[in-house]
């Protein structure tokens, strides 16, 4: 059979600067995890269900697992490897995490930290049950949820008292 | 220096994970070759012939294997892992499907490629030609043995087996009531959110295999694949990564893939890689809980049980690698915190065309639980007692521990319960829900048109079993400590807890401390992580090795400041004397001088060096000693330690659409004393959405043919927030366990057991006619609503 065509696809992710040669089928999950080796990101379902696949593509939430390679050309992408803040603090959303034991076996967590730090961005103070709303896309399998909530309302409260310009924003890359 | 243990620190494992920086199965071998497998769509087929031919020219191909390429132990089925004397006829799987497949899914051809696409291209160009033969789907179907799964199986019977205690026949015949009940638990399985998966590289000059695998045994996969490929132990390192989550099935050993791709991996001397798909791990893993039973009970006038006759029917799937473990579990963990009277308890094992069946979180406990909290349901209605108080009368009390209840656990060992409140279990749980204020509760909805229910459901599980788990605990030079136990990770902070342990029973501070989990080259004897054991044995043995390391701190030291022993102490990591700093050495030095050194290689080595002094008239490393500051210890528990606990729920239903809301659900839970209390109810509230999804969405929906029809997450309903209660109330006891050297009791599965049984009971109280078949959904409940016209809703059952 003839080589499959490769295209080449330019990626800022989480403030570098990636070209990458991929097949048009490439699933943007498997460009960011295999072919550039951020492997952050991870694969639950491949069928965008879980949602632990999720980044931030132009600083929408975006599940890598139903997007080619090639329709992010140009794309500005944070992955979770870069929601910490250039000097390696860990961003309100991350420190919320480990805060209130959102996490256990941390699979899903990446796309949890994504899918939060974007809707914070829009809604920066939102209810309990806006917190349900927001995480309520995402599949765990570990936690019950219950400390994913508290971790969305305590990332909300380090994000307010965080200074601006703290690393907080979706998709500054880091 | 404060305690660490019953701390509710954070995790050290987090920083990592939250960071991106795990490295799970999948995130390893960048460089290795992709393996894909061709499956078969047929739950029961003949394999008449296998054409490769299409997928020779597919770019990047390596190679293709199919069962005629299998020799010696690979090309035998795999191993029986657990063999038990009424497992009469065992069955297992082969590596590859020789000439017969028995579910969908079963791997019949291996492909390896450059990368998965490519492999996944070469496996559809494969065509394989099957002669369809009749599916048995379900226990119904097996019972009637219409058809055979396996020829030399007779009525698809794997194992039956009886266990008793009493008479029960006599006792329920000589009992002022009888009831009979039929209650049925519908499959679901453990489903983490990573697959299963394995990577594997041969070192082609060191001729030793490496293997990296997510599971819950690196030791079980050692010796398995060993075995297999004919190699000795020592050539093989497995080393479990990041795992992202297990829940019971990926202690299952050795999947035909990993014994597959280390053997490919051997074969091609490139590194090799499997990672499972979700449509994969949906047809070709394991699922669990399918069972149906016949219970017969008899009882006084206040409700005690006089006899119970169970008779339960387990759907093992294909093959029964795991063996009996599961119905094993059922008929004893059944009993709960009750002495039955008289019991006795048959249950018959059957093959069906569907995927295996192997422990999934709870294992075979929450049938149990079910069945004998629907029993107790049952009994109350019967007599129009509370459902608590007939619990309560029924109860093994704090004065009869130990309780032996007279019958082989699953570790082949006595079912002697050890501790365990329960009376003082119910009092927090009826507090904590309200029990008796509920009919206030009740009415006062009803008035407004709503319908609500209130359950309640209690168990005990067996926890930390056998045979052992060991630890490595050794000060480096540099006063860290290195903690390493054979046992695997999952997601359930063994590195944290571990290193409590440690930092008290050493006297270190945390940060000083790194553990190890899964990785054969640090601690090679180990069984693995199920029946919530990691905390109970492997933490029993990082206490014993951390006291061991501590012991010789001291005689070290002591020796060095020429003090007695039994004058030193170990704070924060320094050894001295009794209240008296300027003694102090610092743990790393006293390492330095544990171990006699021939060649300085640092500043601080020089102290052991030699010419730097001594007693000249004893060899530098006395008799029965040996150098380095460590401790290596086991912990083998004499029996499984119970841990009990008891779930109440209140649920509303909608009285038109039959919508099934939690509006609270409350835990009392006695696991012993917490290591550490934020992980243990993080165990718990997962335990719990896991018992909330078994309740009311998971199902594995088989159709007579054998196809799976819901083998995705958009059809597989796994809770999202909105299907888990919002706030789980939790309550601790603390009984000590008397059977290892912390006092404690696993945590892990206590908060899937109850599940069905408390749905079940908070639904039949608010309908007011008995749940008899779980999981449960809206339109199950509305139909159950139709054949039965309207509830009573007296919440008598």
Known sequence: MAEEELFDVTLVINGVTHTVAVPARRLLSDCLRHDLRLTGTHVGCEHGV???????????????CLMLAVSADGAAITTVEGLASPDGALSPVQQAFADCHGLQCGFCTPGFLTTITAALAGNPDPTHDEAREIIGGNLCRCTGYQNIVKAVLRAAELQRTAAPGDGVAPGNGG | MTSMFGEPIARVEDDRLLRGNGAYLDDLGHDALAAAFVRSPHAHARITGIDVSGALDVNGLVAIYTYEDLSGRLAEPLPLLIPHPALTHGRTGYPLASDEVNHVGEPVVMVVAADRYLAEDAAEAISVDYEPLPAVVGIDAARAAEHLVHPDVPDNIAAEMVQSHGNAATAIAGSPHCLELDLTIERSASTPLEGRGVLARWDTESRRLRIWTSTQTSTGVRAAVAAKLDLALADVDVITPDVGGGFGVKIV??????????????????????????????????????????????????????????????????????????????????????????????????????????????????????????????????????????????????????????????????????????????????????????????????????????GLACYVEGTGVGPYEGAHVVVETSGKVKVATGLTSQGQGHQTVLAQIVADELGVPMADVEVTTGDTRAFDYAVGTFASRAAVVSGSAVALAARAARAKAIKVAAAALEAAPEDMEIIEGVVRVKGDPATAIALGTVAVLSNP??????????????????????????????????????????????????????????????????????????????????????????????????????????????????????????????????????????????????????????????????????????????ITAMPISPSDLFELRQNRGPGTGDGRR
Not at chain 2, 345 to 369: D, K, M
Not at chain 2, 651 to 658: F, L, M, S
């Open chain 2, 597 to 770: 050194l021939r060649y300085a290689f640092d500043e601080a080595a020089k102290a052991a060096t030699q010419f730097a002094g001594g007693d000249l008239d004893t060899p530098p490393v006395a008799v029965g000693e040996s150098p380095g500051l460590e401790g290596r210890e086991f912990f083998s528990p004499l029996r499984s330690t119970f841990a009990s606990g008891m779930h109440a729920v209140i649920v509303e239903t909608d009285p038109r659409t039959a919508e099934i809301k939690i509006l609270r659900y409350c835990v009392v839970h006695d696991c012993g004393p917490l290591i550490n209390p934020r992980i243990v109810e993080g165990q718990i509230h997962g335990g719990v959405a896991q018992g909330v999804a078994g309740a009311l969405y998971e199902r594995m929906a088989y159709d007579e043919n054998g196809q799976l029809q819901n083998a995705s997450f958009m059809d597989f309903l796994m809770p999202y927030v909105s299907e888990v209660p919002d706030g789980i109330e939790i309550d601790h006891l603390e009984t000590p366990s008397p059977l290892n050297p912390l006092g404690i009791k696993g945590a892990g599965e206590a908060g899937v057991i109850p599940g069905a049984a408390v749905f079940a009971s908070a639904i039949s109280d608010a309908e007011g006619f008995p």
């Open chain 2, 253 to 454: 050993h050795p999947w035909p893939e990993e014994v597959l791709v280390p053997w490919a991996a051997k074969l091609l001397g490139r590194p090799v890689k499997f990672t499972e798909d979700r449509a994969e791990h949906f047809v070709a893993s394991a699922h669990e809980r399918g069972q149906q039973h016949r219970v017969r009970v008899g009882f006084d006038d206040d409700g005690r049980v006089l006899g119970l006759d169970v008779r339960f029917w387990h759907d093992n799937g294909a093959y029964i690698p795991y063996g009996l473990i599961v119905p094993i579990i059922t008929s004893t963990q059944l009993l709960g915190p009750y002495k039955p009277g008289a019991y006795r308890v048959e249950f018959t094992s059957l093959y069906t065309n569907t995927v295996i069946v192997t422990p999934y979180r709870g294992a075979g406990r929450p049938q149990g639980a079910f069945v004998m909290e629907r029993t107790l349901d049952a009994i109350a209605a019967e007599l129009g007692l509370d459902r608590a108080l007939v619990r309560e009368r029924n109860f093994i009390t704090p004065d009869e521990m130990p309780y032996d209840h007279g019958l082989i656990f699953q570790d082949g060992r006595p079912l002697i319960y050890d501790s365990g409140d329960y009376p003082a279990c119910l009092v927090k749980l009826k507090e904590l829900v309200g029990w008796d204020s509920f009919p206030a509760l009740r009415a006062e909805a009803r008035a407004q048109g709503r319908n609500l229910g209130i």
């Open chain 1, 50 to 64: 879980c949602g632990a696949c999720t980044i931030l593509a132009d600083g929408v939430a975006v599940r890598s």
